[in-house]
């Protein structure tokens, strides 16, 4: 069952030609890994799915269409999250439960069901009174995703949720997002770490200016070619457990493109 | 021992442990705050020039001081109230849309275009023939600065621009005002350029009540409406977006809410300013800095503020009768270089 | 033994100084008993002038004159030059006699005094002594001193027409914008003493102006008030408090009298017709 559904997504900048003809679909119980290097276009395609860009052809279909239900059941991390007010853990938390609330209403059991499981599962419960400014960055981050689990979204968007993050915090959120991911929900995170992204994603797009290069299994798009191709690199990959691969080395001749190509 | 703070737009550092303590529930602090807003409205309603026994004057409404309390004190107060309540609620929704604490209508300007629009409609005479005319005048004036701050410091303008934008429509709003009581018939009416400037509640009567009434009503609906909204603002706009904030229409219901509260009350007070700075200065820590929990005890701080300092006024002695707007700013741009001064390091 | 030098160099500034200043001139020492060529550069000197001599003497008048909501004289300056009472104004009209207010226009009357040209001016007057004293100053200045006199005499005439009878006064306050009321020095006073009212405001000990918060207004229960027509019916935020509805329901009895602005700006003549207004106002048979 297709949980989000994009068709011909076209994305333009000032004449830069962002996303060209992107298809992409989410199904239910995956996690989805939108990869590629910078400036393929993977933050725009995630705001596009989210509904905060307008594509200028192309639709989107997120769960059933309407607007208000999307609120409560799509959950978004942006990149760099920016927290303007100095929250402790658990108001911060508790945010996630807006779309659920009347501008009236206060927080009532079931919100406060939601937030104690979402603290739990990211395992910051024991963080709930200290201030967010005061916590290093893996926690942090943690925090901030226990925010979008406390909304209980169907679909998790989520833009390099590790970003900056030590192995223990990365994998401890990709762990999350794996069992996030079961039968009734779904996930897009957007990663930078292949290592990361070959482990824990059931399906990958790889994005490269603007085009979808490669989707499918890990072990297929991260094939060599496309690695070449999209980020000039090689890897060396390994089969023993699981499938699993590290970037290894750049190729010569390495061509740094720019956000985009200029109008083909 | 701190963490060094990760976030670098995080504007105010100073310790939160202190903070914490001061969390309250709701209930304890509107309970608090609603039983300090009677106990000063009461005492507003028993100082003045004259000595009136109160409960004589409520039980007998013909008697002497009746008339001085029903028809000159209780106006005053009531007044104070709903304009304190509207500058601090407006004070606290333009710091939760701004993402800024030195958001507040007197020093963006606000306030000042308020009194200009005001004094257009007064001196002209459309204020006599058409008594709905002045609030409508403050309304608009309102109206065309807020548009004018968010147009150009909307999009989480760092501070200077703020602040920037501010001086700008207050310059521009001094001298439209000051233009228009020096080119006004009657020699005398340039003196009350002290009113437009400084504020007053001096010998305001139900009339003026009544004016102002339903648009600072409808003025704190809208920006109440948006308690949540101004949660979510706290993590940015994508993210607000993408739990169900409209930010169209939150920023239509900011301006137009701002306009109609602090246009009408400006109308009728004059120039008022630095309460909305002050007390949701004050009161932040007690919600957790949440935004949108601000709202409400900003307005009853408000309005405590306001009558507080309005019985300061009338409870010193002076040759010449101390203005609302003097006593305000006495209190509020010490603590606006204060907050400046805390925030200096984001500033360089 | 000598002249001590110092006290020669003192008494030669002293000189200098002197001759700096150039010459002062009372009204005494005015050679000229018919000035032809009169320029007034102060409303209430503009109409004291024109109580006395006709038009044609008078070179220009304040512009404020000619404005019948402010001058009761606005009729008899028709055809006379207005000017605004700077210098080159009145230099423009070649005066031979310069009459303006202690208060207003100081560079101009201080330039015309070191000229030769005779400068006279006025303070305000507290009462109606001051007015008469007034009237006899100008009138001897530009030798109309019959008309002067004519002028006093019936003014004085008037007033003890109106003087009241025995039996207890009507309590009153004169109530202006910003909450102020004259009490005792003012002319508002005298006009109202005239009149037989007492003053309220002098009975409290308010010396010139001084400032009166509705509530005392209304807790002394006056049995007048008194208004000035262009602060109850301008709009003003200072003027606001003069239609307070507490004035109403407190004191539904009061006796309201607005006087024109006009006849109250300056204390001339016509501010008998002050006192007439007020009495035929308060004074019921």
Redesign the interface.
Known sequence: MRMIEAQKIRVSFDGLKILRDVDLELRKGEVLGLIGPNGAGKSTLL?VL???LTPEFGNVKILDGK??H???K?????QG????????VK??VS??R??H?M?WE?LGPEDEKAIAQAMEDTDVAHLK?R?V?????GE?NLVLLA?ALA?QPSVLLADEPVQGLDPAHGLQVMELLSRFADAEHGVIVVLHDLTLAARFCHRLVLLHQGKVLASGKPEEVLAPENLKKSYHIEAKYGTKDAFYIVPWKTVQGVRRTAYGERNE | MKHSGIHPTHPLRHAHTQDRLSEAPAWLLYGVLGAALVAVSLWSLNVGPTKIPLWNAILHPSSEGAFILWDIRLPRAILGLLVGATLGLAGAAMQGFLRNPLAEPGVLGVTGGAALGAVLVFYTGLASAFSLALPLGGILGAFLSVLLLYLFAGRLASIQTLILAGVAINVIAFSGTSLVLNLTKDPYAVLDIVFWQMGSLADRNFTHVFLVLPFILIGWGWLLWDRRALDALSLGEETAASLGVDLKTLRLRMILGTALCVGAAVSVCGSIGFVGLVVPHLLRPFVGHEPGKLLGISALGGAILLLLSDIAVRLIPSIVELKLGVVTSLIGAPFFILLIFKMRRKLL | MGIDRRKLSICALFVVLCALNGPVTFASDIKQANPKRIVSINLCTDQLLLQLVGPERVAAVTKFSADPEVSPIAFQVKGVKKIQGGIEDVQACGPDLLVGGKFSHKETLRFFNRSGIPVLTFGIPKNFEDIYADIRKLAEAVGAQGRGDQLIQSMQSDLAALKPGPGSKKKAFFFQSGSLVPGSGTFENSIMEAAGLENLAATIGIQNYGSLSLEKLIEMKPDVLIFSSDQKQKPTIRGEVLDHPAIRKALPHVKTVTLPSAILNCGSSASIEAVQILVKETRQP
């Open positions: 705001k989210i509904g905060e607007k208000d999307v609120a409560k799509v959950a978004y991390l942006p999250q920016v927290i303007h007010w100095p929250l402790s108001r911060l945010l996630g807006i779309p609330l501008p206060q009174d201030f400014d005061h916590l290093a960055g942090r925010r909304t």
